[in-house]
């Protein structure tokens, strides 16, 4: 944490009157659907995502599904996700390793999940938490890197640096939802290029407000 940071509670506490509601922003029924699915969302919005698994999801349906898929067909589905190709490796890698090690289920564990292609501890961290109601850290995307970093919770930019940093002052049991207020937060208005900071419910409490960094 910076010499100057936004008090954690404060920050939580506002976050979440703003953001009663807040939830992960990709769609699902399984844990399949969303392993797939944050595989997908890597580098691009959730948004597209969702616009696309619709057609995937009815389609593939189980891990073995997954596994036996033919890689050209699969990328015509997740085009529009960019980076498809590498993208429908680890879909059917992850369908492989699926049926391979986990009796076709998807594991519960952050040891477990990280074996799978596709899936470091960000991916990890969002399926336990939203697909299993475990917490075992804290989903370190785009928008929760810039945050953390604005807020004066970490000077580091490697995702697995700001989660240990994060998880050393957030309340264990805020883990899995701090991830979704930050990222609801992001979006709305701590955005990437020109903070919203003059409409900011934080910028009385934040080191970054009005410095546009």
Partial sequence: MTEKAADINETIKHLKKNYPRTHIALNFTTPLELLAAVILSAQTTDAAINSLTPALFAKYKTAQDYARADAEELETIIKRSGFYHNKAKSLIGMGKTLVEKFGGEVPRTMAELVQIPGAARKTANIVLWNAFGKI????????????????????????VKIE??????????????????????????????????????????????????
Wanted: overall charge positive; proline content about 5%.
């Fill in 164 to 213: 240990r940093d994060l998880m050393k002052i957030v309340p264990q049991d805020e883990w899995g939802r701090f991830a979704h207020l930050l990222q609801d937060h992001g979006r709305a208005i701590c955005i990437a290029r020109k903070p919203k900071c003059g409409e900011c419910f934080l910028n009385d409490i934040c080191p970054s407000a009005f410095k546009g960094t």
């Fill in 136 to 159: 075992e850290g804290i989903a370190v995307d785009t928008h929760v890197a810039r945050l953390s970093n604005r807020l004066g919770y970490t000077q580091e930019k490697d995702p």
